[in-house]
Protein backbone atom coordinates (compact mmCIF):
# COMPACT_ATOMS: atom_id res chain seq x y z
CA UNK A 1 0.00 0.00 0.00
CA UNK A 2 1.12 3.43 -1.18
CA UNK A 3 0.83 5.55 2.38
CA UNK A 4 1.27 9.26 3.47
CA UNK A 5 3.28 10.00 6.53
CA UNK A 6 1.21 11.79 8.43
CA UNK A 7 2.78 11.75 11.85
CA UNK A 8 6.30 10.49 12.97
CA UNK A 9 8.09 10.12 16.32
CA UNK A 10 11.10 8.50 17.84
CA UNK A 11 11.02 7.36 21.42
CA UNK A 12 13.73 5.61 22.63
CA UNK A 13 14.97 2.85 20.07
CA UNK A 14 11.85 2.67 18.13
CA UNK A 15 9.88 4.97 16.01
CA UNK A 16 6.28 5.81 16.17
CA UNK A 17 4.75 6.56 12.46
CA UNK A 18 0.91 7.22 11.66
CA UNK A 19 0.43 6.91 8.01
CA UNK A 20 -2.93 7.04 5.86
CA UNK A 21 -3.22 4.63 2.78
CA UNK A 22 -3.68 6.40 -0.56
CA UNK A 23 -3.82 3.30 -2.55
CA UNK A 24 -2.88 -0.24 -3.04
CA UNK A 25 0.24 -0.89 -5.23
CA UNK A 26 2.77 -3.54 -6.07
CA UNK A 27 6.79 -3.94 -6.15
CA UNK A 28 8.04 -4.25 -9.35
CA UNK A 29 11.83 -4.11 -8.67
CA UNK A 30 14.06 -3.98 -5.10
CA UNK A 31 16.67 -1.38 -5.79
CA UNK A 32 18.48 -1.66 -1.93
CA UNK A 33 17.64 -3.64 1.13
CA UNK A 34 20.60 -1.87 3.36
CA UNK A 35 20.56 0.98 5.21
CA UNK A 36 16.48 0.82 4.28
CA UNK A 37 14.09 -0.69 1.38
CA UNK A 38 14.11 1.24 -1.42
CA UNK A 39 12.03 -0.16 -4.12
CA UNK A 40 10.37 0.67 -7.55
CA UNK A 41 6.42 0.28 -7.20
CA UNK A 42 3.08 0.69 -10.01
CA UNK A 43 -0.17 1.43 -8.89
CA UNK A 44 -2.41 -1.87 -9.23
CA UNK A 45 -4.99 -1.33 -12.05
CA UNK A 46 -8.24 -1.31 -11.05
CA UNK A 47 -9.11 -4.59 -13.05
CA UNK A 48 -6.29 -6.04 -10.31
CA UNK A 49 -8.09 -4.83 -7.20
CA UNK A 50 -12.25 -4.24 -8.30
CA UNK A 51 -14.86 -5.11 -6.00
CA UNK A 52 -16.23 -8.59 -6.58
CA UNK A 53 -19.71 -8.97 -7.98
CA UNK A 54 -22.05 -9.11 -5.36
CA UNK A 55 -23.56 -12.99 -5.35
CA UNK A 56 -25.45 -15.25 -2.24
CA UNK A 57 -21.25 -17.01 -2.03
CA UNK A 58 -19.68 -13.42 -1.35
CA UNK A 59 -22.42 -12.58 1.13
CA UNK A 60 -22.16 -15.90 3.06
CA UNK A 61 -18.36 -15.60 2.64
CA UNK A 62 -19.14 -11.38 4.63
CA UNK A 63 -21.25 -13.18 7.23
CA UNK A 64 -18.80 -16.06 7.81
CA UNK A 65 -16.15 -13.09 8.60
CA UNK A 66 -18.32 -11.06 10.57
CA UNK A 67 -19.68 -13.92 12.99
CA UNK A 68 -15.65 -15.19 13.40
CA UNK A 69 -14.69 -12.00 13.95
CA UNK A 70 -17.31 -11.19 16.43
CA UNK A 71 -17.28 -14.59 18.17
CA UNK A 72 -13.35 -13.69 18.31
CA UNK A 73 -13.58 -10.10 19.65
CA UNK A 74 -15.63 -11.03 22.53
CA UNK A 75 -14.34 -14.59 23.12
CA UNK A 76 -10.89 -13.66 23.92
CA UNK A 77 -9.11 -11.06 26.07
CA UNK A 78 -8.97 -8.10 23.82
CA UNK A 79 -9.76 -4.81 24.65
CA UNK A 80 -10.72 -3.44 21.79
CA UNK A 81 -14.05 -5.96 21.28
CA UNK A 82 -16.31 -3.50 21.17
CA UNK A 83 -14.80 -1.16 18.89
CA UNK A 84 -14.37 -4.05 16.88
CA UNK A 85 -17.82 -5.11 17.07
CA UNK A 86 -19.21 -1.73 16.17
CA UNK A 87 -16.85 -1.34 13.36
CA UNK A 88 -17.34 -4.55 11.09
CA UNK A 89 -21.13 -4.04 11.34
CA UNK A 90 -20.70 -0.99 9.12
CA UNK A 91 -18.37 -1.99 6.67
CA UNK A 92 -19.64 -2.90 3.42
CA UNK A 93 -17.09 -3.07 1.35
CA UNK A 94 -15.54 -7.60 1.39
CA UNK A 95 -11.95 -6.44 1.02
CA UNK A 96 -11.55 -3.57 3.56
CA UNK A 97 -13.70 -6.04 5.94
CA UNK A 98 -11.19 -8.41 5.48
CA UNK A 99 -8.26 -5.86 5.77
CA UNK A 100 -10.09 -4.48 9.37
CA UNK A 101 -10.33 -8.15 10.63
CA UNK A 102 -6.93 -9.12 9.78
CA UNK A 103 -5.43 -5.43 11.10
CA UNK A 104 -7.04 -6.68 14.80
CA UNK A 105 -7.32 -10.32 14.83
CA UNK A 106 -4.46 -11.62 13.09
CA UNK A 107 -1.08 -11.25 15.32
CA UNK A 108 1.10 -12.73 12.95
CA UNK A 109 2.30 -10.24 10.81
CA UNK A 110 3.61 -12.49 8.33
CA UNK A 111 0.14 -13.70 7.84
CA UNK A 112 -1.13 -10.60 7.90
CA UNK A 113 1.16 -9.43 4.94
CA UNK A 114 -0.22 -12.62 3.15
CA UNK A 115 -3.54 -11.66 3.61
CA UNK A 116 -2.58 -8.04 2.37
CA UNK A 117 -0.82 -9.11 -0.99
CA UNK A 118 -3.99 -11.04 -2.21
CA UNK A 119 -5.53 -8.31 -4.00
CA UNK A 120 -8.88 -9.96 -5.41
CA UNK A 121 -10.81 -8.95 -2.48
CA UNK A 122 -13.56 -12.16 -2.41
CA UNK A 123 -10.47 -14.15 -1.87
CA UNK A 124 -9.11 -11.77 0.98
CA UNK A 125 -12.20 -12.43 3.01
CA UNK A 126 -11.55 -16.03 2.11
CA UNK A 127 -8.32 -16.12 3.35
CA UNK A 128 -9.00 -14.44 6.63
CA UNK A 129 -11.42 -17.04 7.38
CA UNK A 130 -9.04 -19.83 6.55
CA UNK A 131 -6.30 -17.89 8.84
CA UNK A 132 -8.93 -17.32 11.74
CA UNK A 133 -9.70 -20.80 11.24
CA UNK A 134 -6.78 -22.49 11.76
CA UNK A 135 -4.32 -22.62 15.10
CA UNK A 136 -1.96 -19.54 13.97
CA UNK A 137 -4.54 -17.64 13.66
CA UNK A 138 -3.31 -15.31 16.78
Not at 113 to 123: H, K, N, R, S
Amino acid sequence: TLCEILEADKEGPERNILVRGLERIQLTETLQSEPYLLARAEPLSPGQWNRPAAGPRLSQLVEQLRERAQSMAFGGENPRGREILNTIQWIEDPGVLADYVAHYLVHDWYLKQEILEVTDPAERVQTVLEVLGGEGAL
